[in-house]
Structure formats: C-alpha cells, structure tokens
C-alpha cells in the first residue's frame, strides 16, 4: 500500500507505477496506489475527467457524479479506505496512456504544488473533510439534470475538482474558492433559468 500522497506530483508518480511487463492496469490496482486516505484524489480525479472533453459524451457526466457521490458517502461515514464496485476494479487502462497524460501533466503539477499548500489548514481537516463531502454530494446530484445542456455541468464539477485538490495539497484557500465557484455557478443558473 503506498503512502498518504499530498501533492499532485505524488499523485502523478502513484499513476505511472506498475507491475512488471503489464501494458494495462486495472482501475482498482491505481486506486490502491493512492494511498490509505485518498479523498483529495478520489474527488479530483472524476471531476477533472468531466471537465475534459470526454465529459461531452452522453452518459459519462452521470457517471462520474455518481462516483462522485459513493466517495463522498464514504467520506462523511469516516471510510479509512474508499471503496470502489467490484466492475469498477476490474476496468483497465493502457499504462501507455497513463504515462502521455501524467508528462503532459507535470508542469501544471509543479505549478499547483508551488503554488498552492499549507493555507488555511483548518478548513481540510477532521470534520472539515465532512463538509466538502456533503458539498460534492449536492453539488453531483446537479450533474445529471445539467447533462442535458452541452457543459453546463462543468461549473459544479469544476467547484468539486477544487474541493478534491485542497483536500489532496491541504490548502483550505482552494476550499473557499470551491465554494465561491458554486455560488456564482448557482447564481448565474438561477438568473438562467428565471429570465
């Protein structure tokens, strides 16, 4: 079992490892190399694949929001280790790929890892980590009804993607800025939806 990981480059090395002569890893061996508390990485990493252009396709958006809510369930129950659906485990992903995003990754990590940690600490600690869950659970049942207009699900998967990196870099600066993303989100929706 690998270390707690608290930076994004971590993060990043804990998805390029693998066994030996494998060209694919399956999605339950990477999540058992984040760590026994993964909750940065496990909130971080859905939202940013929905934010991606992979988040266009019908369907996936629900998905990982769902997902997004089995972590964050698991989260506010005080889970030491997330649990992933036995399907889930099984998917495997060429190593290949992995290494082509996590080099194309790797200056933005340093920048992040630079740029943000160690503010605000309080807001990412024991009981803290509760809220940003209960957060990431009504922000994700958003998602589905959102799907139906082209990205519109971005804002609160974007809100939920700086949750899971204050979480991971232990910046609670990035949890205020998560919550200030959500309000404009619901504002800007809100004044959409009444004009």
């Not at 290494?99 to 503010?119: E, K, T």
């Not at 519109?152 to 205020?176: C, K």
């Amino acid at each position: 079992m690998a270390d707690t990981i608290e930076s994004v480059g971590a993060l990043l090395d804990a998805l390029e490892r693998r066994r030996e002569n494998e060209r694919k890893v399956s999605i339950g061996w990477l999540f058992d190399q984040l760590g026994d508390r993964t909750y940065g990485p496990a909130l971080l990493l859905p939202a940013l694949i929905e934010i991606s252009p992979i988040g266009g396709i019908p369907g996936v958006p629900t998905f990982l929001a769902g997902l997004i809510i089995l972590f964050s369930v698991q989260i506010l129950m005080g889970q030491r280790h997330l649990w992933l659906p036995g399907f889930v485990q099984r998917r495997r992903i060429s190593h290949d790929r992995l290494m082509q995003a996590s080099r194309a990754l790797r200056p933005v990590a340093r920048r992040l890892d630079n740029w943000f940690h160690g503010r605000l600490v309080w807001f990412t600690q024991s009981g803290w980590d509760r809220v940003v869950a209960l957060i990431c659970i009504l922000f994700a049942l958003t998602v589905p009804p959102l799907e139906f207009i082209p990205f519109a699900s971005t804002i609160p998967m974007a809100a939920i993607a700086l949750f899971g990196l204050s979480l991971l870099l232990r910046d609670g600066a990035l949890v205020l800025a998560g919550l200030t993303l959500a309000i404009a989100g619901i504002a800007a929706g809100s004044y959409f939806l009444m004009s």
